[in-house]
């Protein structure tokens, strides 16, 4: 008989190691994937998964039921991400670029892209735009949820995002003309 979430989330609280396993493993290969998009190496990933389950156990008895074990799960991994890049995100500040000129004529294509291209490009990025774009455009936060989470302000969100999707424009426009038309 498999268990309910919330049978698994109590055995959990009260220490259950083969419960403890078995949300792991119900988990543990999606938020992987959302790790691997923060970090700049799957070891960065999987350290940041390591320590993000971690804290789930540790503080799964403040687990409140507002939303799915999934998204609370996934929230720690994702502040797991931006705690472990915090000292690279402020080596090299952001700064709220609200003049910044963001042409968005759709003269490029994603579907043309694999998964792993396109995770290479996001990863090149500078670490700010890259955790902007990331929590934006994967995870569906909003520049106020973003700019709380990052301590900048929503104006800083902002301009991170529109200069992530003009270096992301710029990497995908090269890549094509590279291989695509160059080759």
Not at 156 to 165: D, E, I, N, V, W
């Amino acid at each position: 008989m498999k268990e309910t979430d919330e049978e698994l989330i109590r055995k959990c609280i009260e220490g259950d190691s083969e419960a403890q396993y078995t949300l792991y493993s119900k988990y543990a290969q999606n938020m992987y994937g959302v790790a691997l998009r923060y970090a700049r190496s799957e070891q960065e990933a999987e350290d940041v998964l390591q320590e993000a389950f971690i804290k789930i156990f540790q503080k799964m008895d403040t687990f409140q039921g507002n939303s799915t074990i999934g998204a609370w799960i996934k929230r720690i991994v994702v502040n797991t991400a931006l705690n472990s890049r915090r000292g690279k995100l402020y080596a090299s500040p952001m700064e709220d670029v609200s003049d910044l000129n963001y042409n968005d004529d759709r003269d490029w294509v994603l579907s043309d892209f694999q998964y792993e291209e396109l995770l290479g490009m996001v990863r090149e990025l500078p670490a700010g735009c890259q955790a902007v774009f990331n929590l934006y455009a994967i995870e569906g936060y909003n520049h106020k949820e973003i700019a709380e989470m990052m301590e900048v302000s929503e104006g800083t969100s902002k301009s991170q995002l529109a200069r992530a999707k003009k270096l992301l424009r710029e990497k995908v426009l090269l890549y094509q003309r590279e291989y695509h038309y160059g080759a």
